[in-house]
């Protein structure tokens, strides 16, 4: 318990020690939902069948403004007496007409120490690219929109991308750390002020690799209330961003608090669970950065966990002869 403590007092530090800048990767604000996203790792977590789908308009009165789609599905299985996690994930993201997709696969081996395991996650896929999501910038005002239109750099190119990742997950915490793009995908924007020639050096760019630091703690106020600390930090080599979040959950069935997103501003949400279905909202208020001329971002979730035991086969009811 000790332990814990001290790891959850370095996060903290960690916080405050770390400034924000923008991301390649725009950080969902219900990450906890989204983790194994994040970090494969984490796929297979539960005991059932996990399916997830995630919407999310960032920054809404700017024109062009993006719209992210995900959804995953992961799930636990035996195999030679050992326990693994596999899932798939479906990422789309939207800036004006262009659209950047990703599908990929996960596997996760996990090992059993006491009542927690230790996880070791692979995810490769294939990410479809037609825009530079790290150029974003905010233009000269339209005529439509007082408020700017979005600008990024078109490209066209399909590339694999890779992560993996490492956690600990128990009854009441959880910690990973994940690298993202492991192998930095690269591709050549179509920029003509850059160059006329698309292989030229000053067109050439890649996705760069990121590192993710998950945690967080479960704490049991009085039944049947708990609160839920939890920390995100995620860096590249000149860019971090890090979120502190306080969720506070009653009778498992109603959940709610706020996320610091430290230089970017803050999130407020929702949800609520009914038998294997749950749902939760967010409202997002940008202070610094693209957002903070917007008027928000919006972000909704649905999840449905398919318990296992809802697949193994039932025994069949037999009557003995001598009752006939």
């Known amino acids: 318990m000790e332990k814990r403590h001290f790891l959850w007092i370095l996060f903290l530090h960690l916080c405050?020690?770390?400034?924000?800048?923008?991301?390649?990767?725009?950080?969902?604000?219900?990450?906890?939902?989204?983790?194994?996203?994040?970090?494969?790792?984490?796929?297979?977590?539960?005991e059932a069948i996990s399916a997830t789908a995630l919407y999310r308009y960032l920054w809404s009165g700017i024109e062009n403004a993006p719209?992210?789609?995900?959804?995953?599905?992961?799930?636990?299985?035996?195999?030679?007496?050992?326990r693994h996690g596999v899932g798939l994930v479906v990422y789309n993201e939207t800036v004006g007409e262009l659209h950047n997709s990703l599908l990929a696969m996960q596997y996760s081996f996990k090992k059993e120490i006491g009542e927690s395991f230790l996880n070791l996650g692979l995810q490769a896929g294939a990410y479809d690219l037609n825009f530079d999501a790290?150029?974003?910038?905010?233009?000269?005002?339209?005529?439509?929109?007082?408020?700017?239109?979005?600008?990024?750099?078109?490209?066209?190119?399909?590339?694999?991308?890779?992560?993996?990742g490492i956690s600990w997950t128990g009854?009441?915490?959880?910690?990973?750390?994940?690298?993202?793009?492991?192998?930095?995908?690269?591709?050549?924007?179509h920029n003509d002020s850059l160059s006329t020639d698309l292989q030229s050096d000053s067109a050439r760019s890649s996705i760069p690799r990121s590192y993710n630091l998950m945690a967080g703690y479960n704490i049991r106020l009085f039944h049947p209330l708990e609160m839920q600390p939890m920390v995100w930090v995620q860096a590249n080599h000149d860019r971090t961003f890090v979120v502190a979040t306080l969720r506070m959950e009653y009778n498992k069935k109603f959940s709610g608090g706020a996320s610091w997103k430290i230089n970017d501003g803050y999130l407020l949400f929702a949800g609520t669970t009914f038998r294997e279905v749950t749902l939760g909202y967010a409202y997002e208020v940008h202070t610094k950065g693209l957002g903070k001329n917007s008027n928000g971002s919006h972000e909704l979730y649905l999840r449905y966990n398919f318990p296992l035991d809802h697949f193994k086969p039932k025994r069949q009811s037999h009557q003995s002869i001598r009752l006939l």
């Open 16 to 46: 405050c020690l770390l400034h924000l800048q923008a991301q390649w990767d725009d950080p969902h604000g219900q990450y906890w939902i989204t983790k194994s996203g994040y970090n494969p790792s984490f796929a297979g977590e539960t």
């Open 171 to 189: 009854k009441a915490f959880f910690a990973g750390l994940s690298v993202m793009h492991l192998n930095q995908p690269r591709f050549y924007t």
């Open 67 to 82: 719209r992210q789609f995900y959804l995953s599905a992961n799930m636990p299985f035996e195999f030679l007496g050992r």
């Open 134 to 164: 790290g150029s974003k910038s905010i233009g000269d005002n339209s005529p439509q929109n007082s408020q700017g239109i979005l600008k990024v750099n078109p490209t066209d190119r399909k590339v694999i991308d890779l992560n993996a």
